[in-house]
């Protein structure tokens, strides 16, 4: 497959994720633990499947986000996440190690002399400032917990969406 489209179904996939959680508050129980750890292994399999998917392209953009998502799963294992400090630490930390993935292939695309490079660094912007300020609104209770995850995954997604169509749109005025 195309790397652009592996990259876009998966970026749909975190905009499902994303609105699954949204809606998942009112409708099950209020164990943020179970769904972030649930979350996080839905990420490292999405992204586990981009890197196989995308091999020959030598991105590797996906298995350093599985990665990061085994150390957060880890941590969500091993802390107490049901208090909302340990649940904004787990995100931050993941918030940290993404923005490093994030300006990894930032800096792939400007050694290259692309200007998708500017685009990263935009995003990457954009990825930390709604990072934290999901991570500042963790205290209330659960419900509302997953909600803002919910939102975090969405407005992630969407900013995932956005390179793989320039990309796509780009290819298609060129031929």
Request: proline content about 1%; hydrophobic content about 55%.
């Given at each position: 497959?195309?790397?652009?489209?592996?990259?876009?179904?998966?970026?749909?996939?975190?905009?499902?994720?994303?609105?699954?959680?949204?809606?998942?508050?009112?409708?099950?129980?209020?164990?943020?633990?179970?769904?972030?750890?649930?979350?996080?292994?839905?990420?490292?399999?999405?992204?586990?499947?981009?890197?196989?998917?995308?091999?020959?392209?030598?991105?590797?953009?996906?298995?350093?986000?599985?990665?990061?998502?085994?150390?957060?799963?880890?941590?969500?294992?091993?802390?107490?996440?049901?208090?909302?400090?340990?649940?904004?630490?787990?995100?931050?930390?993941?918030?940290?190690?993404?923005?490093?993935?994030?300006?990894?292939?930032?800096?792939?695309?400007?050694d290259r002399h692309?200007?998708?490079?500017?685009?990263?660094?935009?995003?990457?912007?954009?990825?930390?400032?709604?990072?934290?300020?999901?991570?500042?609104?963790?205290?209330?209770?659960?419900?509302?917990?997953?909600l803002i995850l919910?939102?975090?995954?969405?407005?992630?997604?969407?900013?995932?969406?956005?390179?793989?169509?320039?990309?796509?749109?780009?290819?298609?005025?060129?031929?």
């Amino acid at each position: 497959m195309k790397k652009e489209n592996v990259d876009l179904l998966v970026a749909i996939l975190l905009i499902i994720i994303g609105m699954v959680l949204m809606v998942l508050p009112h409708t099950s129980n209020d164990n943020v633990r179970s769904i972030i750890i649930c979350v996080m292994s839905l990420y490292i399999i999405l992204n586990f499947g981009r890197y196989f998917l995308t091999f020959k392209a030598k991105d590797y953009g996906g298995l350093h986000t599985a990665l990061v998502s085994i150390v957060v799963a880890v941590i969500c294992v091993i802390l107490k996440i049901e208090q909302a400090k340990y649940l904004a630490l787990a995100v931050l930390i993941w918030i940290t190690l993404m923005a490093l993935v994030k300006l990894k292939k930032a800096d792939y695309f400007h050694d290259r002399h692309n200007k998708l490079w500017i685009l990263e660094i935009f995003n990457l912007g954009l990825f930390i400032l709604v990072g934290i300020l999901t991570s500042i609104n963790f205290y209330y209770n659960s419900q509302v917990q997953i909600l803002i995850l919910g939102y975090f995954f969405l407005i992630n997604g969407i900013l995932e969406v956005i390179e793989p169509l320039i990309i796509k749109l780009n290819i298609k005025e060129k031929k």
